[in-house]
């Protein structure tokens, strides 16, 4: 027996975030570091216990190792409980077959039963793609307040942006009329969150049916969404105006964790009424010698900074060495950076080691052809060897020998 | 696999009256120590990375900071469907009953006799180190000994009644003396001892029958020709906490890599509680160098050769020297700190200046507004 719950969450974990490259080679994406000591999932499973939802799906597919070993019981969220709690639902077989989970509505479709026995009244879906803190319930109230069978969460973006979204079109009440995919000539501002929170018996009853179209490609924003609106359920946009951030590209996942540099950007870490919660490393606390500088850096323990850090976010258990000079970069844990060494606009993934007097990335200002430059991005485990050069836009997932230089087009 | 099994025992209250300025509200097990940790953490780790699974932390008294930071004992991997953390506080209130380590453990004779592990492991909390009690455990096994006690070479520290011990090549023990003499440097007891279940509780059964409370005297010290007592020298770092001024100088040879490498070894690691504090951030004022800092501090002054706690905020245009700062205080914006303690939430108002000497740190106490 379980007991009944009102709002179940489903959070697709599945996608690889393939515009991550060399960072998501073995991991999902919701299992990307970020932050100095989260990862991308953290956010919507803390959102989760802090809303007051206690059940949690979680759909993996894709390098699921790492990311089941991170969610493990639930504990560091507060969700392993008794019956509720946080549950990886992987694809599985069946007696009629098995499949890998075709399309977001087929991941939920394919856990109708997980559902099903909490009995709940709503179901909200979440994506492991983004950074921000949500108060989900404040949703659920509007999407009963509304009456509505479904609720997608929509920001307001510039006008300028609008195109590169899924733009929702609404009447004066909130209620949707139009999607409209990544418009040339965007009609409003509105743009999907990629949150939805449905009435469970509605959902149920598209997901069978959508299951039974064998053109349907089984995906929420191209096929179920839109045949909900097309019968004319109640579909109601609600407006979320706090900081979020898709972390799908280098570009935005460098932004988003300088972000957190910046005190005018509203997303506050140590805010304890909404804490974001993560399985902590448990290491010594960090250690800054006598020879470091370090200006507006985030720093988690068990680093040993000996060097220069400035406007960087750095991981548990990071050593920078005398003399290395580390500026506007993000080092995940782990990695190395030896005597001498210069990390600058990149993005050092796990157990990276940078050797003695190497260079990783270049600064734009020391560019003159822009168009050439971008975040530099160095693999999990990849050596970059002694005076090694890294340039700008490059992706590294070989080790760069002694004094080789490699640049983005390698 | 090992080839013993071996139960823990701490002492969370022992000493607690060698250093009060800390240990006036709260035990010296619970006692803030290195950025993050309590003093409880260093011997309940050593026990769990030598693969002990049961331990009972004894207490007495003011243990309520103690049971929040222990909780299930999740955070040592103790929280257990078999064995893990037993809390051991006073079976009654009859204060007769808790004279000296033989009284307290008297009265958890019942959890000894539940216990099916044949051997015992003592441990108090005012010594700070992370040494292998693994090697401790093997030693006592292949020495035949009924007891084996860990001691240090080096200055006996000021503390009533500490053994000092004159060994023989065998390390065998041949003389016990209670308490320093001058400025003495010897052998002394760290307060952690070895010996087999049904020994310890034969010999407490006893003595507590001839009125006899005290392990050091009246066990160790009286019975030393016919008991075999071992010495077992720690080979690892040893930091004795017996006054304000040892626990500031600790604190601050956390400072050196040595230090922390001793305390801190790899394979071996040092668990406390865990807390959701966000990563340490740095501000665009932020001069910090030679520090110890612990998550979620927020620093954007000057500061030098200093401890700093989980949670702690250290405004702009602050300096801070030879300090130890615990958990969640804040210094204001001017303020001028050097040598000092500074407890638990202590918070000190903009443009305050204090000084202590290296000698004789000032202790700001715990809730206190500066």
């Known amino acids: 027996m379980f007991r009944k719950q009102e709002c179940v969450a489903m959070l697709l974990a599945g996608g690889q975030g393939s515009r991550l490259y060399a960072l998501t080679r073995r991991i999902a994406k919701p299992a990307v570091p970020y932050g100095g000591k989260y990862r991308i999932i953290d956010f919507p499973l803390s959102n989760c216990v802090n809303s007051g939802i206690e059940t949690v799906g979680v759909l993996t597919q894709y390098q699921p190792l790492e990311l089941n070993d991170y969610i493990g019981s639930g504990q560091p969220w507060d969700l392993d409980r008794m019956d509720a709690g946080v549950h990886v639902l992987p694809p599985y077989q069946r007696n009629q077959g098995a499949d890998w989970y075709k399309g977001t509505a087929n991941a939920i479709y394919q856990n109708i039963d997980f559902i099903q026995r909490y009995d709940p009244e709503y179901v909200l879906v979440l994506s492991g793609d983004h950074i921000y803190k949500m108060d989900y319930s404040d949703m659920l109230a509007y999407h009963k307040e509304k009456g509505a069978d479904c609720t997608i969460a929509v920001l307001d973006v510039p006008k300028e942006e609008a195109s590169r979204f899924g733009i929702l079109n609404t009447n004066p009440d909130g209620s949707i009329y139009e999607f409209d995919e990544k418009p040339a000539v965007p009609k409003s501002t509105l743009a999907s969150m990629g949150i939805y929170i449905f009435t ?208 983005a087009n390698a | 696999m090992r080839n013993y099994s071996a139960l823990g025992l701490i002492f969370a209250n022992m000493h607690d009256e060698s250093f009060r300025d800390g240990t006036a509200v709260r035990s010296m097990g619970s006692l803030p120590f290195g950025g993050r940790y309590r003093l409880i953490d260093f011997p309940l780790s050593a026990m ?30 103790l929280s257990r469907k078999n064995e893990g953390l037993y809390f051991l506080p006073p079976r009654s209130s009859d204060d007769a009953m808790y004279q000296g380590r033989i009284g307290s453990l008297v009265d958890v004779i019942p959890f000894l006799n539940h216990s099916k592990e044949e051997l015992v492991i003592l441990a108090d909390c005012h010594m700070v180190t992370s040494m292998d009690y693994d090697a401790l455990i093997k030693a006592h096994v292949d ?228």
């Open chain 1, 200 to 407: 469970w018996e509605k959902l149920r009853k598209y997901l069978i049916a959508d299951e039974e179209d064998s053109t349907s490609q089984n995906d929420f924003g191209k096929n179920v969404l839109p045949a909900m609106l097309n019968a004319g359920e109640q579909m109601f946009a609600w407006r979320f105006d706090g900081y979020w951030k898709d972390v799908g590209t280098i570009d935005s996942l460098w932004e988003a964790n300088m972000d957190l540099l910046d005190p005018n950007v509203p997303l506050d870490l140590a805010d304890p009424t909404w804490k974001i919660y993560s399985r902590n490393p448990g290491m010594p606390p960090q250690y800054l010698s006598a020879t470091s500088q370090v200006q507006n850096s985030s720093i988690t323990e068990g680093c040993a900074i000996h060097g220069k850090v400035e406007s960087s976010v750095i991981f548990a258990g990071v050593t920078i060495e005398e003399g290395a000079e580390i500026v506007q970069s993000i080092l995940m844990p782990g990695s190395v950076v030896r005597k001498g060494a210069k990390v600058q606009y990149a993005i050092l993934a796990e157990d990276v080691e940078v050797g003695e007097d190497a260079v990783v990335g270049e600064a734009p200002e020391e560019i003159d052809d822009l168009s050439r430059w971008g975040v530099a991005v160095v693999a999990s485990g990849v050596k970059v060897g002694k005076g090694g050069k890294v340039l700008a836009k490059s992706m590294i997932e070989a080790d760069v020998k002694d004094g080789e230089e490699v640049s």
């Open chain 2, 143 to 370: 020495s035949g000994a009924d007891v084996t006690m860990v001691c240090r070479h080096g200055a006996v520290p000021k503390l009533a009644d500490i053994p000092v011990l004159t060994m023989d090549a065998s390390c065998h023990v041949t003389d016990l003396l209670l308490g320093r003499i001058a400025d003495q440097t010897a052998y002394y007891g760290t307060g952690v001892y070895v010996m087999r279940k049904d020994w310890l509780l034969r010999t407490i059964t006893e003595a507590a029958a001839r009125n006899l409370y005290h392990f050091e005297r009246d066990i160790l010290q009286r019975r030393l020709d016919e008991l075999k007592i071992c010495g077992y020298v720690a080979s690892s770092l040893v930091m004795p906490i017996y006054s304000t001024e040892s626990y500031f100088n600790a604190n601050l040879a956390l400072l050196e890599d040595e230090v922390r490498s001793q305390l801190f070894p790899h394979h071996r690691p040092v668990y406390t509680k865990l807390k959701d504090c966000d990563p340490v951030q740095y501000g665009l004022h932020a001069e910090v160098t030679n520090c110890l800092v612990g998550d979620g501090a927020h620093v954007d002054g000057k500061v030098k050769n200093s401890i700093i706690f989980r949670g702690v905020k250290i405004s702009r245009h602050a300096q801070l020297e030879n300090c130890v700062v615990m958990q969640n205080v804040t210094v204001g914006d001017h303020c001028k700190l050097s040598n000092i303690i500074v407890d638990k939430n202590v918070a000190i108002r903009g443009g305050v200046t204090l000084q202590g000497s290296e000698s004789y740190p000032v202790y700001i106490a715990k809730n206190s507004i500066v």
């Open chain 2, 48 to 77: 769990v990375n030598a693969g002990i699974t049961k331990v009972g932390v004894i207490t007495k008294s003011n243990y309520q900071s103690l049971m929040d930071h222990l909780g299930s004992g999740k955070a040592w991997d």
